[in-house]
C-alpha cells in the first residue's frame, strides 16, 4: 500500500512546503521565515506534529470534528463507499444511496418543516448556493427585484467571490475587488467591543433594529433575505445579547424576508443541540451546513431548505446551478457515519448536559486573571478577550492582535491550540472532551495567558491606548 512518507526530518519537510505550498489565510513570508508547524497525527482530542509534540486541540481543527480524531468507523464507511461507488453526479435525473440517505437523515434531525437539501462541497460552496437560490426562489414568486441579501459586518461565511461577499470582513473585502453587487452589511451585537456604557440588552435591540432601518432603506421588494451565524465563530465568538435574535425573527417574519442560518460552526451539537437555531429558537428558511456535518473526515457542505422554499424552487422549472461532486458519495457515506456516532454515542447529549455546563464554569474563571475579562461560553465555543484594563475595557498600547498573537504562540508552547482574533481568544474543542480534559484546556489557557502577561507587561505594552 502506497503511503506518504513521514521520514524525514522536520527542517527538510518544512522547506518542502516553504517551497511548493501556498497556505490559505497565511503572511507566507513571515510562515516559512520560522517553519511550518507539521501535525502528522490525532486521536481523540490530541493532536501529535513531526517532533512528537502532543497538542491538546481547542479548536477541533478548524470548528470541526465534532466527534474527535481517530474513530475507525468512519474510515471503514469510506473504504467500502470507494470500492462500491466511489462517485456518482446527481445532476442528469440519477442519484445514489449516500446522497439520498443522509438528506432523508438529516431532515429528521433538522427543525420541522426543515426538509430537503442541496449538497455543496463546502460552507462557502453552500453560501454561494444560498445567494442563487435565494434570488431565484423569489424570481420564481413574481418578485424577481428582491435580490439583495442583508449580512452583518465581521461575519464569516467563506471564502469564495461570493461567500466572502456575504460575509463581513474588512481585510478580506480589501483583496479582490470584494463585495460583489447586491450584498449590504449592518453591524454586529458584539456588545463588548461595540456597545460603550449601554445596557447589553438594548444593545441587542439596537443591532437587529439596524436589519429594520437597512429593509426600510432599501426598500422591502428589493430585500431577499438575511444571514448570520447563530453565535458567531470566526468574528471572535461573539455571543448576541438575549435580545437580538427574538427581534432578528420578527424582522424578518414581518418584512416578508428570508431568513438564513449559517450553521456551518454551530450545527451538529456544538451548541449542545442538533443546530444553534434550535438552542436559540430561531426559525430560519435556509440553514448553511458543513464542518461538524462530517466531523471534518470528508469535504461537505450543504443548504437544508424549508419544504415551501423547496418546493417552490422545484416547481420552478429547472435550478441552472450545482456542483460535480453536490453529494459525492464518499463524503455522504461519512457524513451519515457521523450522525450516527453523535446520535448513539450521546456525543450531543454529553456536550448539553455534561461538557458544556462544566466548561462553562471553569472558562469562567479565567476572568480572575488581571488580563482577562468577557471569558463566556456558549455550548462548547468559548471565548474571552485580552485587555489591560477590564473596567474600561480597553485596548493595549500595540496593533490589535499583537498580544492574541503572542498569547496563541504560547498556548502552542504549552500543548494547548487556542485561537486569537485579535485579542480575543477562542475555543471550539471537540465535543467529547471529558472534565479532566477541560480541566487541563483551562489550565494551560491559564498558564500560557499568565506568561503572555509577563511578557506584556515587561515589553511595557500592559498599558491603555
Ligand atoms: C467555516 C465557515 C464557512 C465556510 O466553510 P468552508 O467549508 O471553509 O468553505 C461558512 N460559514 C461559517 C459560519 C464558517 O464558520
Redesign the pocket.
Known sequence: MSQITNHLPTAELQVLDAAHHLHPFTDGDALNAKGVRIITRADGAVLTDSEGLEMLDGMAG??CVNIGYGRPELAQVAADQMRQLPYYNTFFQTTHIPALALAARIAEVAPEGMDHVFYAG??????DTNIRLVRHYWASQGKPDKRIIISRRN??????MG?ASL?GMSGMHAQGGLPIPDIEHIGQPFWYGEGGDTDPQDFGLARARELEAKIAELGEDNVAAFIA?PI???GGVIIPPESYWPEIQRICDQHEILLIA?????GFGRTGEWFGCQALNIRPDIM?I??GLTSGYQ?L?GSIVRKEVAEAINAAGEFAHGYTYSGHPVAAAVALENLRILEEDGIITHAREVAAPYLAEKWATLADHPMVDDARTFGMLGGLQLTPDKSARAKFKADVGTVGLRCRERCFGNGLVMRHVGDRMIISPPLILTPAQIDTLVERAWQSIDETFLAVRRDGLFEAM
Open positions: 478548524l470548528w463546502s460552507g462557502s460552496e453552500a453560501n461575519g464569516y461565511h467563506g471564502s469564495t461567500s460575509g451565524e458567531q465563530g470566526a449559517d450553521e456551518v460552526i454551530c448553511t458543513a464542518k469535504p457542505g
